[in-house]
């Protein structure tokens, strides 16, 4: 498993099939945009994009050929107005964060683009909300796209309303499997790029709850590229401010290259610090989610 300069970009450039797999994160998922810039500049071409939550959306402007217009699509985003109290009668929420993605998602994504046979395939991570099992689906093979992206971001209080994907209903795909990076060898990958938004500072990888320190197999470990920040990403969970998140999608792009060429930057030692209420609250977020999903 590379995270530093062990020839990580040359393992890509002569892979046959190159996957690349974006973890949830909410916010923190900004970072991937600047590594999927780096990793389309330098030449790696994926052929196969998996993503969870937050992560599903980069995962479908990749797959569509629109990466370069990621930023863009956050930018539109976060300058959306986040709260609606007249939401409560239609989503029994404040938040409009489901409004704001099917918006952002039509102009950047597009469902008849991720159904062209042109675009990359696209597999999002969801946890059925019956057994809370983690589950794969393509994106070309629901009927509406943009309701299994929802689906893999539910997670109360921001959504209330998770969407039916064929008579089934789910949740936010981070709670039972973060990291589904064997799907993408499943599909014929031969080499596969992880981008987490865990800090390398704080532990390993973090799969689901009650896995926070997941190691990848040795039977697969050569074939894996980790690409994630050294410390926790300074940038709140649900960020609305656009310079906070740019400010993150550089980091992303420095930290790509640390991992791929060797270079070291000095950018990349920001952290966030964490302040002790705001952490509780957080936890208790992730407390009620899984409770939600149970």
Request: glycine residues 10%.
């Amino acid at each position: 498993m590379s995270e530093g300069s062990d020839d990580g970009l040359g393992r890509l450039l002569s892979a046959r099939r190159v996957g690349v797999v974006l973890s949830g994160g909410s916010s923190r998922c900004a970072f991937q945009v600047g590594v999927i810039e780096e990793l389309l500049g330098l030449g790696v071409r994926p052929g196969l994009a998996v993503g969870v939550s937050a992560g599903a959306w980069n995962g479908a402007a990749l797959a569509v050929g629109n990466a370069h217009r990621l930023r863009y699509y956050w930018r539109c985003f976060v300058r959306m107005p986040s709260v609606d109290l007249s939401n409560m009668l239609r989503e029994r929420s404040p938040f409009r964060y489901a409004e704001m993605h099917r918006r952002s998602f039509a102009r950047y994504v597009g469902a008849g683009a991720l159904a062209s046979p042109d675009a990359l395939p696209l597999w999002v991570a969801v946890t059925r909300l019956r057994d809370r099992a983690p589950v794969l689906l393509s994106a070309r093979e629901v009927e509406r796209p943009v309701d299994l992206l929802l689906a893999s971001n539910y997670l109360p209080p921001f959504y209330t309303l998770p969407p039916a994907i064929g008579g089934e209903r789910y949740a936010d795909g981070a709670l039972s499997d973060n990291l589904p990076y064997e799907k993408a060898f499943d599909e014929g990958c031969d080499a596969v790029v992880i981008v987490a938004t865990k800090g390398e500072s704080v532990g390993g990888l973090g799969r689901r709850l009650g896995e926070p320190e997941h190691a990848i197999p040795e039977r697969l470990s050569g074939r894996v590229v980790v690409i994630r920040p050294r410390h926790p990403l300074p940038v709140a969970f649900a960020a609305r401010s656009w310079s906070e998140v740019e400010r993150v999608m550089d980091l992303g792009r420095l930290r790509a290259r640390e991992v791929l060429l060797g270079e070291r930057w000095p950018e990349t030692d920001v952290r966030r610090v964490v302040r002790p209420a705001r952490q509780l609250l957080w936890k208790a977020v992730h407390r009620v989610a899984a409770l939600r999903a149970a």
